[in-house]
């Protein structure tokens, strides 16, 4: 008996990596007008290589690239860079097709609904917040939370305990099967593997299901339900 459904949050709620690369694009172009005097591909390149080293989370990553290249930080440049990724990901940070339809449904069905995130509780809550899917959520769980990233076991466990739910009547949904998948079952969830949302071409998931549209969770608990 399904009582619990917990979502991973990039790539299954929010198609993250295309917010980032429109938002990074669009600083790359606003930080050259400003007076940036390298190629687009460099200045990708580079930002490319920061995130790399220091995680796709890094909050500096413009000031870690002017200073590289100047040896201090040219704000006219930065300032520049910010705004403009700030106004594309504003554009482009929006949810998968089905997404609220699906969360809304079920709440309907009086399932308890969670996220667990490898991302900073701030950004996580601005995701969320921005698109008007945080007050359908009775419990998220994020990297501060849990001080552990996916797959150890203490994001999810964390997330159950909030949710007041067992591991056992939990499905867990995500896009990485090597943290969501591998992650809920080593501590007995089951596992649907979100493959319209995964990057990496991953060939067989492992999880229990996999599903091209997140609408298809809706089908899963009916059927987990009987």
């Known amino acids: 008996m399904i009582t619990a ?8 709620l929010v198609d993250f990596m295309a917010m980032k690369r429109q938002a990074i694009d669009a600083a790359i172009h606003a930080m050259r007008d400003a007076g940036l005097p390298l190629p687009v591909e460099e200045i990708r ?4 290589a920061i995130y790399a080293q220091r995680g796709i989370e890094f909050q500096n990553v ?3 690239l002017l200073y590289d290249e100047f040896s201090k930080i040219d704000y006219k440049i930065l ?3 910010v705004i403009a990724y700030r106004r594309a990901r504003e554009a482009a940070l929006v949810p998968y097709p ?4 699906t969360l809304v449904e079920l709440a309907k069905m009086k399932l308890k609904l ?3 995130s490898d ?14 899917l945080h007050h359908l959520f009775d419990a998220v769980v994020t990297f501060d939370d849990s001080g552990e990233y996916k797959p150890k076991p203490g994001p999810f466990r964390k997330v ?3 949710l007041h739910a067992k591991p056992e009547e939990a499905l867990m949904v995500g896009d990485w099967a090597e943290r969501d998948v591998v992650g809920a079952k080593q501590v007995g969830m089951k596992t649907v593997f979100a493959r319209y949302g995964d990057t990496f071409n991953t060939k067989v998931s492992n999880a229990d299901y996999d599903i091209d549209d997140v609408a298809r969770v809706i089908d899963i608990v009916r059927k987990e339900n009987g």
């Open 45 to 48: 390149k580079r930002i490319d």
């Open 5 to 12: 459904v917990i979502f991973d949050l990039d790539n299954t």
């Open 119 to 132: 991302a900073p509780a701030r950004e996580a809550w601005l995701r969320l917040c921005y698109l008007n």
């Open 114 to 116: 969670g996220v667990v």
């Open 62 to 64: 413009f000031d870690q």
């Open 160 to 162: 159950l305990e909030r």
């Open 79 to 81: 300032s520049s860079g």
């Open 98 to 101: 089905h997404v609220y339809m």
